[in-house]
């Protein structure tokens, strides 16, 4: 038998670049591009993301274009397909002045030959490393191991002998152009004794030793001192500073999330690793219960996993997440927008509350403008939210986002409903802002765009890696040509190791195994996450929550109209029944009007207002605005229609009756005046009630029903139809009951026992004295106050798992 002839082989090729020198092996192609994750990188505009490939073909190199958009040059010529010459000058993106490249021989790269196999062996050449930095400025952290970052400081400067002011304002040692900061956000102050200490000096969005909110605190070598986007480092006798651009990088290692079904643990995530490079848009796909969404709360820390990390360009997301949360836009599913404003109106307020207080009006609008424009929103600026189409209301969600300029971008199913068409162009805006510089990463069940990400991960059922890489590679890879066929692959063969086929596949090897970043691995149990500081400025944004929530209700002319008429209805149906005074026949049903009707008013108003906004305030929660301010604005705004409704619906139902009372005065006011005052608490009570319900139900169609029970609940226990008095059991629970003590206090002005004597208006509750008409009332501002603590609790329910972890310790 003849023995076969060996192949040649081709010699490994050293590539010459403008950002260095790559060694290339026969073994493998080398991917040309802006995309970070390429083998050879060149951060240009004018060389596509994916743009050329180097493939060794036996004896020979060739260089393929990947079809790009400015084209690919040898010696100044456009080449679809070349094949590799030592020597020829390589352009991308332009013939004249584009990147370089210079192929040459193994025995032309002795330097950098010399310097890998040093590298390999540990060894270190420090004058290499000074000859480089004199050359093209810093390249690399001095101290990764102090700094946890891996990225080139922005700029160095020796460490001051004094106090040095940091903030927006032009005015400051060191400014920050940033609106996030504040006009003077914090002092770097110099002790005698050669020490330093950071001061927050009230900043509106904190400022961060190490990741936890400081107020005051000594700072150290290798401690971090965040502003803002930017992180300030005391190395060597140097003050290094490190400007959050947006182009980060993200490192996912082990992520695992476990949770408790019947008794056991059941994992949803499964040992999720996988890295992303900078300006990178990665989509997240698998079908039902693989644990997408989970997935998303451990990447943004919303709900981080009970296992693994996540690292933020080197630093670990979970300890640092109270400054580095600032850095992340989240768009959910849900809208987080209020539909009744404007475009405009909707960013500028949430520019109000996420800026600080200090920043003029022209800055704000400025910057909303950018935003507007770079969404390519200016023509819908002026219209209401409600009336965009699904892919324009996403593009107002992303803008919102947007406005602090985060430099990690997450969407959760951003196009769900939306048709092809919108599918399609809201995935290309996405592409766009990931080639502005941001980090993207989108959860999708849409496979119509995936072809304009640059990564997708595939999650199979139980939370494992099936596949990450490109997408081009990914149903090759699974051996279908659809995607349907794939899914459906992973409902009916769930026995199959998905994980474990990928793992064991050169896509691991060379797309996380060599792509992933190689830092210290952070400790197996994270530090439980510290929330953001509230802004300091509690008034300031309860004040732009008033305004806002204010707008929101006078746009709602159905709202309005509902709010104007029901007093009037309520309150001519009370005066029919009173006629010209009230009698023996009259006055209980009268006044039992007057309360049922004081309840539908109030509760009305409210029994929907916390339920349909609920995407908007996890959101809003998630970046800083305190849980108080938003409950008193919604107490502020609706409290204050609420007894409006109620002085007119009393003032229609009683002004110019005859009241009957005793000697035709009330306790202590008018008879008139005090029933008013009755009603108003009595609606506020009802109105609290309301948010109380609205705060419990998950469905905002759940809440007419049970409005309708409520209604036949203050009925029932206010003591008007059945004696109370006395009675175990209904005693107690109508002492929980608003209706109850408002009745007592109207029927005390009346002295109801006298005009209606019976076994029910012989109530206690309702005698005709001072200390009972003070305890009525006084009960309806303590059932209020109640009612409004059990909200707040309830509202902690609907913030990021995150903060309610911190608030359990």
């Given at each position: 038998?003849?023995?076969?002839?060996?192949?040649?082989?081709?010699?490994?090729?050293?590539?010459?670049?403008?950002?260095?020198?790559?060694?290339?092996?026969?073994?493998?192609?080398?991917?040309?591009?802006?995309?970070?994750?390429?083998?050879?990188?060149?951060?240009?505009?004018?060389?596509?993301?994916?743009?050329?490939?180097?493939?060794?073909?036996?004896?020979?190199?060739?260089?393929?274009?990947?079809?790009?958009?400015?084209?690919?040059?040898?010696?100044?010529?456009?080449?679809?397909?070349?094949?590799?010459?030592?020597?020829?000058?390589?352009?991308?993106?332009?013939?004249?002045?584009?990147?370089?490249?210079?192929?040459?021989?193994?025995?032309?790269?002795?330097?950098?030959?010399?310097?890998?196999?040093?590298?390999?062996?540990?060894?270190?050449?420090?004058?290499?490393?000074?000859?480089?930095?004199?050359?093209?400025?810093?390249?690399?952290?001095?101290?990764?191991?102090?700094?946890?970052?891996?990225?080139?400081?922005?700029?160095?400067?020796?460490?001051?002998?004094?106090?040095?002011?940091?903030?927006?304002?032009?005015?400051?040692?060191?400014?920050?152009?940033?609106?996030?900061?504040?006009?003077?956000?914090?002092?770097?102050?110099?002790?005698?004794?050669?020490?330093?200490?950071?001061?927050?000096?009230?900043?509106?969005n904190g400022t961060y030793l190490n990741g936890t909110p400081v107020t005051r605190a000594t700072i150290g070598p290798g401690d971090l001192v965040g502003i803002g986007h930017v992180t300030y480092c005391l190395v060597d006798h140097e003050l290094q500073e490190y400007v959050d651009t947006g182009e980060v990088s993200l490192d996912v290692q082990d992520l695992t999330v476990t949770v408790t079904v019947d008794g056991g643990e059941k994992v949803i995530l499964d040992h999720v690793s996988f890295p992303v490079g900078e300006k990178c848009l990665l989509g997240v796909v698998g079908p039902s219960g693989s644990g997408k969404s989970?997935?998303?709360?451990?990447?943004?820390?919303?709900?981080?996993?009970?296992?693994?990390?996540?690292?933020?360009?080197?630093?670990?997301?979970?300890?640092?997440?109270?400054?580095?949360?600032?850095?992340?836009?989240?768009?959910?599913?849900?809208?987080?927008?209020?539909?009744?404003?404007?475009?405009?109106?909707?960013?500028?307020?949430?520019?109000?509350?996420?800026?600080?207080?200090?920043?003029?009006?022209?800055?704000?609008?400025?910057?909303?403008?950018?935003?507007?424009?770079?969404?390519?929103?200016?023509?819908?600026?002026?219209?209401?939210?409600?009336?965009?189409?699904?892919?324009?209301?996403?593009?107002?969600?992303?803008?919102?986002?947007?406005?602090?300029?985060?430099?990690?971008?997450?969407?959760?199913?951003?196009?769900?409903?939306?048709?092809?068409?919108?599918?399609?162009?809201?995935?290309?805006?996405?592409?766009?802002?990931?080639?502005?510089?941001?980090?993207?990463?989108?959860?999708?069940?849409?496979?119509?765009?995936?072809?304009?990400?640059?990564?997708?991960?595939?999650?199979?059922?139980?939370?494992?890696?099936?596949?990450?890489?490109?997408?081009?590679?990914?149903?090759?890879?699974?051996?279908?040509?659809?995607?349907?066929?794939?899914?459906?692959?992973?409902?009916?063969?769930?026995?199959?190791?998905?994980?474990?086929?990928?793992?064991?596949?050169?896509?691991?090897?060379?797309?996380?195994?060599?792509?992933?970043?190689?830092?210290?691995?952070?400790?197996?149990?994270?530090?439980?996450?510290?929330?953001?500081?509230?802004?300091?400025?509690?008034?300031?944004?309860?004040?732009?929550?008033?305004?806002?929530?204010?707008?929101?209700?006078?746009?709602?002319?159905?709202?309005?109209?509902?709010?104007?008429?029901?007093?009037?209805?309520?309150?001519?149906?009370?005066?029919?029944?009173?006629?010209?005074?009230?009698?023996?026949?009259?006055?209980?049903?009268?006044?039992?009007?007057?309360?049922?009707?004081?309840?539908?008013?109030?509760?009305?108003?409210?029994?929907?207002?916390?339920?349909?906004?609920?995407?908007?305030?996890?959101?809003?929660?998630?970046?800083?605005?305190?849980?108080?301010?938003?409950?008193?604005?919604?107490?502020?705004?609706?409290?204050?229609?609420?007894?409006?409704?109620?002085?007119?619906?009393?003032?229609?139902?009683?002004?110019?009756?005859?009241?009957?009372?005793?000697?035709?005065?009330?306790?202590?006011?008018?008879?008139?005046?005090?029933?008013?005052?009755?009603?108003?608490?009595?609606?506020?009570?009802?109105?609290?009630?309301?948010?109380?319900?609205?705060?419990?139900?998950?469905?905002?169609?759940?809440?007419?029903?049970?409005?309708?029970?409520?209604?036949?609940?203050?009925?029932?226990?206010?003591?008007?139809?059945?004696?109370?008095?006395?009675?175990?059991?209904?005693?107690?629970?109508?002492?929980?009951?608003?209706?109850?003590?408002?009745?007592?206090?109207?029927?005390?002005?009346?002295?109801?026992?006298?005009?209606?004597?019976?076994?029910?208006?012989?109530?206690?509750?309702?005698?005709?004295?001072?200390?009972?008409?003070?305890?009525?009332?006084?009960?309806?501002?303590?059932?209020?106050?109640?009612?409004?603590?059990?909200?707040?609790?309830?509202?902690?329910?609907?913030?990021?798992?995150?903060?309610?972890?911190?608030?359990?310790?």
């Amino acid at each position: 038998m003849a023995e076969r002839p060996i192949a040649p082989t081709a010699p490994e090729l050293v590539l010459e670049t403008d950002v260095g020198s790559t060694v290339m092996n026969p073994g493998q192609d080398y991917l040309v591009g802006r995309d970070p994750l390429s083998d050879i990188v060149f951060d240009d505009d004018r060389v596509s993301w994916h743009h050329a490939v180097l493939h060794c073909d036996r004896d020979r190199w060739t260089l393929r274009d990947a079809q790009s958009t400015n084209g690919t040059f040898a010696d100044g010529r456009r080449i679809e397909e070349w094949d590799v010459r030592p020597g020829t000058v390589i352009r991308f993106g332009n013939p004249s002045d584009g990147p370089r490249a210079v192929p040459v021989g193994p025995s032309e790269s002795t330097g950098h030959a010399g310097r890998d196999e040093r590298e390999e062996h540990g060894e270190h050449d420090e004058h290499a490393e000074h000859a480089e930095h004199a050359e093209h400025g810093p390249a690399t952290v001095s101290h990764p191991e102090l700094t946890h970052t891996y990225r080139a400081p922005s700029s160095v400067r020796p460490l001051p002998v004094r106090t040095v002011r940091i903030g927006r304002g032009e005015d400051n040692d060191l400014v920050v152009d940033d609106l996030t900061v504040s006009r003077h956000h914090a002092e770097l102050r110099h002790h005698t004794d050669g020490s330093y200490e950071i001061a927050d000096l009230g900043s509106h969005n904190g400022t961060y030793l190490n990741g936890t909110p400081v107020t005051r605190a000594t700072i150290g070598p290798g401690d971090l001192v965040g502003i803002g986007h930017v992180t300030y480092c005391l190395v060597d006798h140097e003050l290094q500073e490190y400007v959050d651009t947006g182009e980060v990088s993200l490192d996912v290692q082990d992520l695992t999330v476990t949770v408790t079904v019947d008794g056991g643990e059941k994992v949803i995530l499964d040992h999720v690793s996988f890295p992303v490079g900078e300006k990178c848009l990665l989509g997240v796909v698998g079908p039902s219960g693989s644990g997408k969404s989970t997935l998303l709360g451990a990447l943004t820390g919303q709900r981080p996993a009970d296992h693994g990390t996540v690292l933020y360009d080197g630093r670990d997301l979970y300890h640092d997440y109270a400054e580095l949360c600032r850095r992340i836009g989240l768009v959910p599913q849900d809208d987080i927008l209020h539909p009744q404003l404007t475009v405009r109106a909707a960013l500028s307020y949430a520019a109000e509350l996420r800026f600080p207080g200090d920043t003029a009006p022209a800055e704000r609008r400025a910057r909303v403008d950018e935003v507007i424009r770079e969404l390519s929103l200016e023509k819908r600026a002026g219209q209401s939210v409600h009336s965009l189409s699904g892919g324009q209301r996403k593009r107002v969600s992303v803008a919102l986002e947007l406005l602090t300029k985060p430099s990690l971008l997450f969407l959760d199913e951003p196009t769900s409903g939306l048709d092809p068409g919108m599918d399609r162009s809201v995935m290309h805006m996405l592409r766009g802002l990931a080639d502005d510089g941001r980090t993207v990463i989108v959860v999708t069940h849409s496979v119509l765009s995936l072809d304009v990400c640059d990564r997708l991960l595939v999650l199979a059922p139980g939370g494992r890696v099936a596949y990450y890489g490109r997408p081009a590679d990914a149903l090759a890879f699974f051996g279908f040509e659809q995607w349907p066929e794939a899914f459906e692959a992973f409902d009916r063969d769930q026995d199959r190791d998905w994980a474990g086929e990928y793992g064991g596949s050169p896509f691991h090897r060379h797309y996380v195994t060599d792509a992933a970043p190689q830092p210290p691995l952070p400790s197996a149990a994270p530090a439980v996450p510290v929330p953001g500081l509230h802004p300091r400025s509690w008034g300031a944004q309860l004040r732009t929550l008033v305004r806002r929530y204010t707008a929101v209700l006078a746009a709602d002319r159905t709202f309005l109209a509902v709010m104007i008429a029901l007093p009037f209805v309520m309150g001519a149906m009370a005066r029919a029944l009173a006629g010209g005074r009230l009698t023996q026949n009259t006055a209980v049903n009268t006044l039992l009007i007057l309360c049922v009707g004081a309840v539908l008013t109030g509760a009305a108003n409210a029994v929907r207002e916390l339920v349909k906004e609920r995407a908007v305030y996890r959101r809003e929660r998630a970046v800083g605005l305190p849980r108080t301010a938003y409950l008193m604005s919604k107490v502020v705004v609706l409290g204050t229609v609420t007894v409006v409704q109620a002085v007119v619906l009393t003032q229609v139902a009683l002004l110019g009756v005859d009241l009957n009372a005793p000697g035709g005065r009330g306790v202590l006011l008018p008879p008139l005046a005090e029933i008013t005052v009755a009603v108003a608490l009595l609606a506020f009570s009802a109105m609290m009630l309301g948010l109380l319900i609205s705060a419990v139900v998950r469905k905002e169609e759940v809440t007419m029903p049970l409005l309708v029970l409520l209604a036949i609940v203050q009925v029932v226990f206010c003591g008007a139809l059945l004696p109370l008095h006395g009675v175990l059991g209904l005693e107690e629970v109508s002492w929980l009951v608003p209706a109850r003590w408002a009745l007592g206090a109207m029927a005390g002005t009346l002295g109801l026992a006298r005009i209606a004597p019976g076994t029910a208006t012989s109530d206690p509750l309702f005698r005709h004295s001072t200390g009972i008409w003070l305890l009525d009332l006084g009960m309806l501002l303590v059932l209020s106050i109640a009612y409004g603590v059990v909200v707040a609790l309830l509202l902690r329910r609907q913030e990021p798992a995150v903060m309610r972890r911190r608030a359990a310790r």
